[in-house]
T-cell receptor
């Protein structure tokens, strides 16, 4: 398995519910980033958490990082139909990002 | 302040032709990265460039692919003698010297080889 694996591969929820996506990685990192990609579009940077941070918030987003378990989670609270997209975690070791395969989130109205 | 600009958005090439993809980084960004995304997959790193220098090309296929970031003008990803397997979305990202706030991605070029 490769660096930056998301779990689950696909998630379908109702509007207003919370969505949690997990990411595991294998090597040491400088930071971990989460991106969103709408179908057929480019990536939008959501949040960056450094290796010495454990939790970070940005609006309805909450990211945790556990370096001992080499894992991270992205929580989207009070989801909206507009949150429907693919979500990728990416680990940064200084000169490149290594992406996982992504979680496809569908929020049903 | 325009973001990362990629062109063309869509490119169709016949097998054996050359594809040239362009990327203009954000103003003030001196680092450019190219990634490739196959359908239903995540992005795979290809190459990292600074002005006039290739810093890391470990993700580039050994043949037919090349990249440059000249002193003036956009970064160019060039694919010679394209094959059907080159069909993918190619994304460019840029960052300042210290990418402490994430990378900025362009909207991508979708290459279709027919």
């Amino acid at each position: 398995s490769q660096q930056g694996e998301e779990d689950p591969q696909a998630l379908s929820i109702q509007e207003g519910e919370n969505a949690t996506m997990n990411c595991s990685y294998k090597t040491s990192i400088n930071n971990l980033q989460w991106y969103r990609q709408n179908s057929g579009r480019g990536l939008v940077h959501l949040i960056l958490i450094r290796s010495n941070e454990r939790e970070k918030h940005s609006g309805r987003l909450r990211v945790t990082l556990d370096t001992s378990k080499k894992s991270s989670s992205l929580l989207i609270t009070a989801s909206r139909a507009a949150d429907t997209a693919s979500y990728f975690c990416a680990t940064d070791r200084g000169s490149r990002l290594t992406f996982g395969e992504g979680t496809q989130l569908t929020v049903n109205p | 302040n325009a973001g990362v600009m990629q062109n063309p958005r869509h490119l169709v090439r016949r097998r054996g032709q050359e594809a040239r993809l362009r990327c203009s980084p954000m103003k003030g960004h001196s680092h450019v990265y190219w990634y490739r995304q196959l359908p239903e997959e995540g992005l795979k790193f290809m190459v990292y460039l600074q002005k006039e220098n290739i810093i890391d090309e470990s993700g580039m296929p050994k043949e037919r692919f090349s990249a440059e970031f000249p002193k003036e003008g956009p970064s160019i990803l060039r694919i010679q003698q394209v094959v059907r397997g080159d069909s993918a979305a190619y994304f460019c990202a840029s960052s300042p010297d210290s990418p402490n706030y994430g990378y900025t991605f362009g909207s991508g070029t979708r290459l279709t080889v027919v």
